[in-house]
């Protein structure tokens, strides 16, 4: 095998610039050369560019990343106000997996609630915005409807659903004991409450539904005209068109639901404080008491960056599988085009 | 000369630099303290030294933020801080900040940790430890020693309440303890003695009161009226007087084992566990109260006896609570609420000398007549005088309940995790309450996770 010659190999940054530029190396290699120098008026506009999305950055640094790692600092610590910090290692991770019941109560509560809230609220979502893509009368008052819930304040929900779920007044109730069944506890009943909040979870897939509604409206109509020409039905053009090029909005409110679940906090923290007992004890909400009740700083901040990591390694297995069921049109038409 | 520009990564890399050097500055630790002097054992009385001599009057205006759940309390103390500053000639003004009872602790912290804390401040119960053990409070004694401020009128197991480690860091302003309120309408009507006539008949025991409690029970659904309100299983405030008053505990002597779970104990949940067929259920909470008119007998704080005269639809009058029928015991909870100064105040002789001015007996005094709060200054319990004052029913009750409550209460321990360990009692009691689990198992469970809490916890064991 014959050894090109050193020199005439394109040089580390030359390559480097042709990955981040996706041109062939080729092409590349023939661009000409950027002034070291840049004129100013392209300083300027740079200067302005960061000018203008300073702002953001700065919240981004102060308010996001900044926190973040003062959380990841402070998660190795044993903090208390007014207090020198003490370093303890791996201590609150430790306690954390080995001595406390509450985090583990707090993780398979929280878990629980996203198996259910996730995959139900996808499929109603879809429902939905089925529903609101047919030609129904007053149909834009019908969606309006059902996407208000996303716009309420959580408390204020919290407080509308406390008195739906009320055992003796509650409309859920009174509905039941009108067909002849006595309803339960709801929220006072430790076998009903996180069933409670997964049932309300389902009252809140406005934004979805919506998601759903642009990617139905999206979908080329041609498709469904040579299904039919071609003698599919309707389960048919349903399974093999609609869901195929709905699949990446379905792909994103899978993504946005898994985080949100397990970010869940307003609706327990109004209206169960974590009870009757520990059964609605979810994952932030423990945090939140951690840090704000019991004033343990650091070991909330543990608590915090093992949410943190639960959360990414989900989000990282779901966007690694979406190749085998996510259906991007552009993607496959620059597949066939190569 | 070539020109080097800042690229977008430096300038993501300088940001997040910058930023974290401003958190890891901010978190660093505090300078060392000067330790604090001890509250020494026995006060000596001593005279006051008038404000003049010891802080100089602000030639510029000065705002004093005062920090306190209790809203009812913003205007007696706006005013308050009107007529300390006329009769000083002082350009202050004193604003009152209420701040919800849940959300106290961590705005206090907050504020604090930005270096932006209130004046003066409040504290009571959980509240206190917390913010006692980090450190939200200026040591008082050095203002108390240089004034020479006299604190023997004040009980001294109320200072060792505002005490966190042999330092005193709030003065008491209050002391509160719970009535056992009744329809004076329901046991007329019943045609049962009231709780009140039991008491000074020697004979108001746990017993006599869940008699009445079945008698005034009645009716059913919606329109159910219950007998007593549920005893308050799940506040600490409500019912850990009962352990003590049936020779109970919460710890041993040493805070090495929680007795939770001892028989004492077991005898006082298992009292109220069975007024339940009484009481309304967790289902009831929002709809059966007192104040709906469907409960007939409750426990609340003293201060409602004139706070809730609007709010609740019958002729009600007060008792103490059932003493233990073992021990013929009655034992009081210790609730001095006080107030202190902030940790890093701008103000704080400005503070210090208001804080005087609201403990003189005259403040104090203008104080209870508006809402009740009963005064910490034990030379105010000597009659009933100040009681004749109120707009209630059978003053001179109210005032013989606070003078025994002044014989026997009793602090709830000071411990840094104090609520965390009452979350894990509310969590199996909460569950044994609706027959989840059965009391003893659900008592051995909250022994264990106390007996966890222990191994961690911060104690400053000299609470009464």
């Known amino acids: ?338 | 000369m070539e020109i080097k520009k800042l690229s977008r990564r430096q300038f993501l890399a300088l940001s997040a630099a910058t930023a974290t050097g401003t958190v890891l500055a901010a978190c660093a630790p505090a300078p060392e303290e000067t330790p604090a002097e001890e509250v020494p054992a026995e006060a000596t009385p001593a005279e006051e030294v008038p404000a003049e001599a010891t802080a100089p009057p602000p030639t510029e205006a000065v705002t004093l933020h005062f920090w306190h759940w209790d809203n009812y309390l913003q205007e007696p103390y706006n005013k308050e801080g009107e007529i300390w500053a006329e009769e000083n000639d002082l350009n202050v003004t004193v604003s009152f900040e209420p701040i919800p009872w849940e959300e106290y602790s961590q705005k206090m912290l907050a504020a604090l940790a930005g270096g932006t804390p209130p004046d003066l401040c409040g504290g009571a119960g959980e509240h206190q430890v917390s913010l006692g053990a980090n450190g939200a409070f200026e040591p008082l004694m050095p203002f108390i020693e240089r004034d020479n401020y006299d604190l023997s009128d004040f009980h001294p197991r109320t200072l060792k309440q505002n005490t966190w480690m042999g330092t005193l860091v709030s003065l008491p302003y209050g002391t509160d303890c719970h009535y056992w309120y009744y329809s004076l309408e329901a046991f007329q009507e019943a045609g049962l003695k009231t709780p009140t006539e039991y008491w000074r008949e020697g004979k108001w025991t746990w017993d006599v009161a869940m008699d009445l409690a079945e008698k005034l029970t009645k009716g059913s659904g919606a329109d159910k009226q219950f007998g007593v309100a549920d005893p308050g299983v799940q506040s600490y405030y409500r019912f850990v007087p009962y352990i003590w008053q049936n020779g109970g505990d919460l710890f041993d002597d040493a805070y090495t084992k929680a007795l939770i779970n001892e028989d004492p104990s077991v005898e006082a949940f298992q009292w109220a566990f069975n007024m339940r067929p009484f009481a309304p259920g967790p289902q009831d909470e929002q709809t059966a109260t007192y104040r709906s008119g469907r409960v007939m007998q409750w426990v609340n704080w003293d201060i409602y006896y004139v706070l809730d005269r609007e709010n609740v639809p019958f002729d009600y009058r007060a008792a103490p609570t059932p003493a233990s029928p073992t021990t013929g015991e009655r034992v009081f909870i210790g609730d001095a609420c006080s107030f202190g100064i902030g940790k890093g105040s701008e103000h704080q002789d400005l503070a210090w000398e208001f804080l005087k001015f609201t403990l003189t007996p005259e403040s104090l005094t203008r104080l209870f007549v508006i809402t009740c709060q009963p005064p910490s200054r034990m030379s105010m319990f000597e009659d009933d005088t100040i009681w004749q004052m109120l707009d209630v029913p059978e003053p001179e009750v109210s005032w013989q309940i606070e003078v025994e409550r002044w014989k026997n209460f009793r602090n709830l321990p000071k411990m840094d995790n104090w609520l965390e360990m009452w979350k894990a009692e509310q969590e199996e009691i909460s569950l044994a309450w609706v027959d989840e689990q059965p009391l003893e198992l659900a008592l051995d469970k909250v022994a264990d996770r106390w007996n966890e809490l222990l191994v961690v916890a911060e104690i400053d064991p000299d609470a009464n």
Request: proline share 6%; with cysteine; glycine share 6%.
């Open chain 1, 1 to 338: 095998m014959t050894q090109m010659p050193t020199s005439n190999l394109p040089n580390r940054k030359v390559r480097r610039e042709a990955k981040a530029s996706r041109l062939p190396l080729r092409l590349a290699l023939d661009r000409p050369k950027r002034n070291p120098t840049r004129s100013s008026l392209s300083r300027r506009e740079a200067i302005f560019g960061y000018l203008f999305i300073s702002p953001w950055l700065v919240k981004l640094v102060v308010f996001t990343i900044g926190p973040m790692l003062a959380t990841f600092v402070l998660s190795f610590t044993h903090f208390k106000l007014g207090s020198p910090i003490r370093f303890v290692g791996l201590d609150n991770f430790a306690r954390m997996l080995t001595a406390d019941p509450s985090f583990w109560d707090a993780l398979k509560v929280t878990v629980t609630y996203a198996a259910f809230a996730v995959p139900g609220g996808l499929v109603l979502a879809l429902l939905a915005a089925l529903l609101m893509n047919q030609n129904l009368f007053l149909v834009k008052v019908w969606r309006t409807i059902y996407y208000l819930p996303a716009v309420v304040s959580g408390v204020a929900v919290s407080l509308l659903w406390i008195w739906i779920f009320h055992p003796e007044f509650g409309l859920i109730n009174t509905a039941l004991c009108f067909v002849g069944i006595e309803g339960p506890g709801w929220l006072v009943d430790p076998d009903w409450a996180l069933p409670a909040l997964i049932l309300m979870s389902f009252w809140a897939i406005g934004n979805a539904m919506v998601i759903n509604l642009a990617g139905l409206q999206s979908v080329p109509t041609e498709l469904y005209e040579s299904a039919s020409i071609d003698g599919a039905n309707s389960w048919q053009k349903f399974w093999r068109i609609t869901l195929p090029m709905l699949s990446p909005m379905l792909f994103f409110n899978l993504v946005m639901g898994v985080i949100n679940t397990f970010q869940y906090f307003t609706n327990a923290f109004v209206m169960t404080q974590g009870g009757p007992g520990r059964a609605t004890l979810f994952y932030n909400l423990y945090l939140f008491m951690t840090a704000f009740r019991y004033y343990k700083f650091s070991y909330a901040a543990a608590l915090a960056w093992v949410m943190f990591l639960i959360i990414l390694l989900i989000t990282l297995t779901i966007f690694k599988s979406s190749p085998y069921w996510v259906y991007y049109e552009a993607t496959r038409q620059q597949r066939k085009k190569r």
